[in-house]
Structure formats: structure tokens, C-alpha cells
């Protein structure tokens, strides 16, 4: 290993570089002020390779598709059409084969195109650094940054790797896409730090993936790529398999109990054919015809169809699934674990509170950068004199102010301090205009924001003679400048101890307080230390407020039977306010942190206890969050985890779905997730919910059809096989049954609406399998129905002397005919079939329609015919079978009154 990354490594995990003087990480580094030589940043760029991340290789079009062949009831099916060619009936494993073909085809397309989709969300656009090499500014891209390059940072710069501080001037910094944290934080580069110092409070470091918010500074690179902390969070999740979808989980449970059933039913039925004298080859010939008249056949394509359907769908309001059998999984949970900033949040520092010496108490509305939103009192316009106080308010939150905030050709823009940003939103809700008021009033001095000083202070002239300061700050440190304070009156002498226990009210509520004050003073006067008798105008509470969607969202979710919870990186006060808000959270032994959470990890049990009855997560690092998602799954929890920053990349990896914020994520969020959320809104996570229980409903509806028709096959063939009598179905009519003319209709219903009460419903346990109490009632009862009926018809139809292809030819024709009543039976398990229109979904209705029509078609072509040993029939024969099988719909129709009697007693 070369001599400079030794180096580099031992100062990342010995000589840390926060625990080190800014001189001795440029010893180490073998770099000095001046930066490094351009030959030495050629040879180091070639020794560590590019800054950049690397990203999961995607999978091409042949791997999606051989993919597809991974299920096990893929496998199920393979097994049938080899033994279909070991007995060679040619034309049965031509049609499984054709099938596995055609759901292969239709899978690699729609999971190819969801993948593709979700590429193209990631940011193409390479970002620039400002560097210097050999004591000259360069502007490089920063995948081209080096560990010992110099790196000039200013305002509103992304950090492009991990970097020690050699010189800063009033930097601040947003980490929260790193630490979840929301309010910027305050950099020193003079400190030397204890090697235990937490990544939030690093004042001595900047990190990869953060943005400077206000300030400059110079600093050396120190780690880049994965050795960087965004880099950590990345490689911890490259590679890992993420939680195995519900959906999947339940279909293999199923595959292997179906494969078990076929197993046992065709060994127990060829034996008894064999005993009773069955000829061998008959014997196989039965066994292949059980087999395919219990494999639902048809299910691959009509579960991928449906998957695609809500893949779809959801791609519509918003939400990209990256993964095929991650559609249903958001509607299968039962927990979400959502990050705070910038899901809950707008991610944007807003003025939601004013109160005034005076106590009166205004509220203002709107969030975010956009000025759209009205200062009230009580829900009323302010009056007058009112107004004229928020005047004097605003004049002090435009003077001195550092920030910009303007109109472009795509909709409003800001820079400079969030606060800063925030104070002039206000300015512009209530009608003040930066540039109008500081052409009034000219600046003639200021004192810029320090976090030793605690405050911002601007000289401005009045007229020609007089000049007044306007000071915003810390109201621990304005309270002494002044005498007065401002009422709707007039000013009055200041009550500090009201003002105090007004700060510290907003405070508890979980805002972050600045304090407003303005004064007539003298330009001589004008520096830290001399202000004083000023007046007091009034506080502002800042957060980062909800979305205006969230709280609703949150409701919808806990409606649906969906645990909510809220895990930050923000003071355990700010989180509380936020989750009482939301309705997640009513009491304050419902949140726990992050240091809590420290104390229990030795002991899984209460740690489980623990996390079992919070609802809000504050203070947590990044591997908290992941160590939070594995304690609720071991609590039987199915978890949904949100995020946006590469801090969430981990629990999003490890939950059984990961939802990351499209529009202002990072590519390690994103890639770590199942479903992506382009409007980064976190409604769209209920409407993901909504979705993906209706793809569920759906998936469960084909099964329910196809189950109850197999099953309705296997009661035929063992009455038939008791009875002595011939198989009623070959082999090629059970697959045409099965694949064609019952394939079109599954196909169809997976195209199901929403039947309006998902929301409604809680998420079904984890444990539970497919097959539930009515739908194995209902399956028990159509299968005998279908099945007894038929078996009779064959009978009769046989007895009277048709010939056995006739009377197979009659009872395939019921079969289909039982089959197209039988699918509008199954878009429900409690509605009836008469209050269900059928134009609310056209697919089934003319695909019923054309599954019919293609039947009576093969009877009238000569090589279809001859292969299915099927014949045309007369209008009143077939009108005669259409009765017969309107039973189904009665019987069925009787059960579900029935139910909905038992339900309401």
C-alpha cells in the first residue's frame, strides 16, 4: 500500500483529524497552504482514483429476464411440463412453456422499465470545486479532488468530500442530509477536539454531501470517496440484500404448500388407478392431467400483470417502484419509520410565530421559501396599529439581513443563511420588499453574525441627520441593549422577565426563538459593545415546519391500522413538537433518544421493549436507525422505513421496504430503496399504501380464481375416478382450460379498481398466509359446486350414449362457461356481483367476452380442434350449459348475504 494512503488511513482511524491541529493533518497529509503541485495531484488521483461513490451496477436486460425464473412456482411448472415430456404429450409442455415464455417477457419488461425509470432520477449534473494547486485557484470537478488538495468553500456550496478546517470566516453548515440534524451548524477551525466527539458536533470538519449555508472557508481534503462518512453509510449498504418483500414471502409459502398438495393428490390418485387396473401409461397420462389441473398455471402472468398494473399506477401519483414485488409491499406493512427532515418537513427554516411585548400573539401562515401566506391575529386581519408594529418588525428583518430571496423564470429562489431566508419570507408575506426598504433607509455600517457575538446588527440613515440601528439576534443577548419595548400603543418601559418567559414558551414548543430590536444611535456608538437603549419590537418562533400534507397523510396511515413513527437527528424537544403536531405522539415518555438507546443495546430484550413503545426517535445516529428497524422487525413488525439523506441509507436497506425521496434524496438513499417518491411528499406514501394493498387485493382475487377452478378439477377427476368412469378432461383441454380461455379472464381482473375501503382496513398480519377464513370458505364451496356439477353433466352426457369425446367436449364447454360466471364472482369477497358494475373495469368484461368467443372459435378450426378433440354445438346446447352454470353465481351470491348477516349481528 503507498506510504500517503497509510497515512491517510491511520489519521482516519488513529489520528482522527478532528483530534489534530489544522498544521499537523497538513504534516500528514504532506500538503501545505499553498495546496499540492499539479504533477503531485496528477500521481494521487491516479494512487486513489476518482471522488465519486461507486454506484450498483444495474442489471441488463438478459439478467432481468433469467430472473424471472427464480419463483418457485416457476419451478412447479417446469417440473409438470418435463414429466409432460417424458410421457411425450408434446402439445401440454408446449403450452407450459409458452406460458413461462410469455410471463418472462412480460416481468422483463415492466421491471426493465421501472429500472430505468429510477435511474434516470439520479442527478447527471457533475458538481465543480474551487481549488489550489501550487498556490493558484483552480476550478476542477470534484471527482478529480485529491486527500491533501486545498479547497476554497463559500456560500452555497455542496462539500465535496471530507475536509479539515484551515481557515474559516462566520461558516456555517447543513448537515442534516448527514445527520438528520435541520439547523445548520457553526464551524471553528481553531478547535481541537476529544476523539469521542460525535459526527454532529465536528466544528473543526466539514463532510461530503453537506452545504454551506453562509460563510467561507479554506480546508484540505482529508478522506474522499468511501473513505469519506458519506462514503461509510454507502459502502454499509452496497451489496447488502434488502428485506425480502411481504408479497414474496407469502408466495413462496404458498408455491411450497400448492407443489406439497399436487405431490401428495397425484401420488394418491395414480395409485389408485393403478390398483384398480389402469393401465401404466393411463396412469401417467392421469397424474399429468392432476397436475396441471392443480397448478394454477396462469398465475405467473396474471401475478405480473398485476404487479404491472400497480406498478403503473403508482407511477401516477408519484411513486416509482424499482422492484416488481416491492408494488404491494407499502400496503402489507404495518410500521413506518419515517425520517423528519424533509419528509415530514419542508426542510426550510419558516416563521410560523410572532409575539410581541405586549403579549399578543400572531400567527403566520405558509411555509418554505414561496411568500405566499397572510400574518394573523386570532384568525383575524391585523388591525391598523397592528400593522404598523409589524412594519417596524420587518424593517428590522430586512436591514439586517444577509440573505437573498427572488423571483427567476422557474419559480423563487433563495440564498445565504436559512434564517436570514426565512426573515425575508416574512418581510415579503406581509408586503416589504428587501430592495425597497434599503433604498429608504441606505446602510452606512454593519456587524455581521458571529456565533461568539450571537447577533446582526446593520447602521442604516433615517434622513440626513439621523441614523438607527436594527439588531437581530439571541434574545439572551439583545434584552440588555435595550430600555423599551414596543406595544400597538406605544413603547413602555421593558419588562425583561415577560419577555424571557415569552422566549422560553416558543422555546418548549419546539420553535428556535430570534429576537428584534431597533434604536436611534449615534455612527460613533455603532460597534458590539455600545448598543444599548434600543427597543424591544418582538420574537419570532422559527421551525422547520410539516408539510401541509403530512399531518393528514399521518392520519390516513393510522387509519389504515399503520404504526407511524418519527426517527431525527433533532433535539428530542423539536421532535416532540413535531410528532404532537402530527398526532404521533402525546406524551413525552413516547420519545426516546438516541443516548437512550445506547444504554439498552446490550440488552435485546428491553431494547426491544423500548423501542416497542416509542413513537418518536430523536438524537439518533445512523446505525440507531438501523438497530431501530431490526428491533421492530423482530417485534413482528412488516416495516416501511422513509428518508431522504444518506444517513437513512442503512434502515432503508434493511427494512422490508425502503421509500427514498426522489426529488432532493441522495443517490445512496435512492439506491438503497424499493419505491421512490419523485415529489418527495409524504402523502404519496398513503397513496402508495392505497395502491398497493388494491395490487394485493388483486393478486389475491386471481388466486382465489384459479385455486377454486383447479380445485374444482381435482373434484371432478376424483368423482370421475371413483365412479369407474373415464377422465372427464384431457391433459391439452385442462391446459387450454387453465391457460387460454381462464388465463385471459385472471389476466384481466388483475386490472381491478380500487373496491373504495383499503384505507380502511388494517395491514394483514405478517403472519398470515394467502389463504384466509372466507377465501378458503369460498374456495371449499365453488370448488364442490364447479366440481359436482360437471362431474354429473359428464355423467349424464356419457350414460345418454355421446361418446366420451362428446360428453368431454359438453363438460369442457360448462367448465368455461362456469369459469366466465365465476370471475365476476371473484371481484369481491363481500359485494354483490349486482352492485359491482361490470363497466368499472372493461378488461374483464371483454375479456370474459373474448375468452368465450375464442372457445367457440377453436371449435370451428379444424387444427385446434383436432388437438383439444373439441367440435361445434347447437345454440340451445350451449344456452342449456349457460343455465347450468348460472348456479355458480347463485350459490355464491348466497354466501356473501350470508356473511354479511353473520357480520352485522
Not at 177 to 185: N, R
Request: hydrophobic share 45%; aromatic share 6%.
Amino acid at each position: 500500500m503507498n506510504v500517503l494512503l497509510e497515512n491517510v488511513i491511520v489519521i482516519e482511524n488513529k489520528l482522527i483529524a478532528h483530534t489534530e491541529s489544522a498544521e499537523n493533518v497538513l504534516d500528514f497529509l504532506s500538503s501545505s497552504h499553498h495546496g499540492l503541485s499539479l504533477q503531485e495531484a496528477k500521481q494521487r488521483l491516479q494512487q486513489y482514483g476518482f471522488n465519486s461513490l461507486p454506484k450498483l451496477k444495474q442489471a441488463g436486460v438478459f439478467r432481468v429476464f433469467i430472473h424471472q425464473f427464480s419463483s418457485p412456482l416457476i419451478y412447479v411448472l417446469f417440473a409438470a411440463a418435463a414429466l409432460s415430456i417424458v410421457i411425450k404429450e408434446w402439445s401440454d409442455a408446449g403450452f407450459i412453456f409458452a406460458v413461462l415464455l410469455i410471463n418472462a417477457i412480460i416481468g422483463t419488461v415492466q421491471e426493465f422499465s421501472a429500472q430505468q425509470a429510477a435511474a434516470a432520477l439520479q442527478d447527471l449534473v457533475r458538481t465543480c470545486s474551487r481549488v489550489l494547486r501550487a498556490g493558484d485557484s483552480y476550478e476542477i470537478q470534484s471527482e478529480e479532488l485529491v486527500p491533501g488538495d486545498i479547497v476554497v468553500l463559500e456560500s452555497g456550496d455542496r462539500v465535496p468530500a471530507d475536509m479539515r478546517l484551515l481557515t474559516e470566516n462566520n461558516l456555517e453548515i447543513d448537515e442534516s442530509l448527514l445527520t438528520g440534524e435541520s439547523s445548520s451548524i457553526t464551524k471553528n477551525a481553531d478547535v481541537i477536539l476529544d476523539e469521542e466527539t460525535v459526527l454532529a458536533d465536528r466544528q473543526n470538519m466539514v463532510f461530503a454531501g453537506s452545504l454551506v449555508v453562509r460563510g467561507r472557508a479554506h480546508a484540505v481534503v482529508v478522506t474522499t470517496a468511501l473513505l469519506t462518512e458519506l462514503g461509510n453509510i454507502a459502502a454499509s449498504v452496497l451489496g447488502k440484500s434488502s428485506g425480502k418483500a411481504p408479497l414474496l414471502v407469502r408466495m413462496e409459502t404458498f408455491t411450497h404448500k400448492v407443489a406439497i398438495i399436487v405431490g401428495v393428490a397425484a401420488t394418491i390418485m395414480s395409485v389408485i388407478a393403478f390398483m384398480r387396473g389402469m393401465p401404466i401409461d393411463e396412469v401417467f397420462l392421469l397424474a399429468v392431467a392432476l397436475a396441471v389441473s392443480a397448478i394454477p398455471e396462469g398465475l405467473p402472468v396474471a401475478l405480473t400483470v398485476a404487479l404491472a398494473v400497480g406498478m403503473r399506477r403508482m407511477a401516477k401519483r408519484n411513486v416509482i417502484v424499482q422492484k416488481l414485488v416491492a408494488v404491494e409491499a407499502l400496503g402489507s406493512c404495518t410500521y413506518i419509520a419515517t425520517d423528519k427532515t424533509g419528509t415530514l418537513t419542508v426542510n426550510q427554516l419558516t416563521i410560523k410565530k410572532i409575539v410581541l411585548p405586549n403579549n399578543d400573539s400572531w400567527d403566520v401562515s405558509g411555509e418554505g421559501i414561496e411568500p405566499e401566506g397572510d400574518v394573523t391575529n386570532n384568525n383575524k386581519e391585523l388591525l391598523i396599529e397592528e400593522k404598523k408594529l409589524l412594519e417596524r418588525l420587518c424593517q428590522v428583518a430586512v436591514l439586517s439581513n444577509e440573505g437573498f430571496l427572488g423571483k427567476r423564470d422557474h419559480g423563487w429562489t433563495s440564498h445565504g443563511d436559512p434564517m436570514d431566508v426565512a426573515l425575508l419570507v416574512l418581510a415579503h408575506k406581509a408586503g416589504f420588499v428587501k430592495d425597497d426598504i434599503k433604498e429608504r433607509y441606505v446602510e452606512t455600517a454593519m456587524i455581521p453574525f458571529e456565533s461568539e457575538r450571537q447577533f446582526a446588527a446593520s447602521l442604516n440613515k433615517i434622513n440626513a441627520t439621523t441614523t438607527y440601528t436594527y439588531v437581530k439576534g439571541a434574545y439572551e443577548k439583545l434584552l440588555p441593549m435595550c430600555s423599551l419595548m414596543a406595544t400597538t400603543n406605544n413603547d413602555v418601559v421593558i419588562d425583561i422577565n415577560l419577555i424571557t418567559k415569552q422566549a422560553e414558551n416558543l422555546a418548549t414548543e419546539g420553535y428556535r426563538v430570534l429576537a428584534l430590536v431597533s434604536g436611534e444611535i449615534k455612527k460613533e456608538e455603532f460597534s458590539d459593545n455600545q448598543l444599548k437603549n434600543l427597543t424591544f419590537i418582538g420574537l419570532v418562533g422559527v421551525i422547520d415546519p410539516l408539510r401541509s400534507e403530512a399531518k393528514d397523510a399521518v392520519i390516513a396511515c393510522q387509519q389504515a391500522g399503520i404504526v407511524v413513527a418519527m426517527v431525527t437527528g433533532d433535539h428530542p424537544v423539536t421532535a416532540f413538537a413535531i410528532a404532537r403536531e402530527l398526532g404521533l405522539a402525546n406524551d413525552q415518555k413516547q420519545v426516546v433518544t438516541g443516548s437512550e438507546l445506547k444504554q439498552k443495546s446490550g440488552n435485546i430484550d428491553e431494547f426491544d421493549t423500548l423501542i416497542s413503545t416509542a413513537r418518536v426517535f430523536a438524537r439518533v445516529e445512523p446505525t440507531q436507525k438501523l438497530n431501530i428497524v431490526n428491533s421492530l422487525q423482530r417485534n413482528g413488525h412488516f416495516v416501511a422505513a422513509t428518508g431522504d439523506g444518506a444517513n437513512d441509507a442503512p434502515a432503508l436497506k434493511a427494512a422490508e421496504v425502503g421509500v427514498a425521496m426522489g426529488k432532493y434524496g441522495t443517490d445512496v438513499a435512492r439506491e438503497s430503496a424499493e419505491l421512490i417518491i419523485t415529489d418527495d411528499n409524504f402523502s404519496s406514501i398513503v397513496a402508495g399504501i392505497e395502491e398497493g394493498r388494491v395490487a394485493y387485493n388483486n393478486v389475491r382475487k386471481v388466486i382465489f380464481l384459479l385455486i377454486s377452478t383447479g380445485a374444482a378439477e381435482i373434484v371432478l377427476f376424483t368423482l370421475a375416478l371413483l365412479s369407474g368412469l373415464p377422465l372427464p378432461l384431457l391433459a391439452v383441454q385442462l391446459l387450454w382450460l387453465n391457460l387460454v380461455t381462464n388465463g385471459i379472464q385472471d389476466v384481466a381482473l388483475a386490472f381491478e379498481p380500487a373496491e373504495g375501503n383499503e384505507l380502511k382496513n388494517p395491514p394483514r398480519s405478517p403472519k398470515e398466509g394467502i389463504f384466509n377464513r372466507i377465501m378458503i370458505e369460498r374456495v371449499i364451496l365453488s370448488a364442490l359446486v364447479i366440481g359436482v356439477v360437471a362431474f354429473l353433466v359428464f355423467q349424464y352426457l356419457y350414460a345418454q350414449g355421446y361418446g366420451l369425446d362428446a360428453a368431454r367436449n359438453g363438460t369442457l364447454l360448462l367448465m368455461v362457461l362456469f369459469e366466465n360466471i365465476h370471475v365476476f364472482n371473484s371481484r369481491s369477497e363481500t359485494r354483490s356481483v349486482f352492485t359491482h358494475s361490470p363497466l368499472r373495469n372493461h378488461f374483464l368484461l371483454f375479456g370474459t367476452l373474448a375468452a368465450q368467443l375464442i372457445h367457440i372459435g377453436a371449435m370451428y378450426t379444424p387444427w385446434i380442434s383436432d388437438v383439444l378433440r373439441i367440435h361445434p354445438v347447437s345454440l340451445d346446447y350451449w344456452f342449456d350449459m349457460l343455465l347450468i352454470s348460472i348456479i355458480i353465481l347463485i350459490v355464491m351470491e348466497a354466501h356473501k348475504l350470508l356473511r354479511r348477516k353473520i357480520s352485522y349481528r
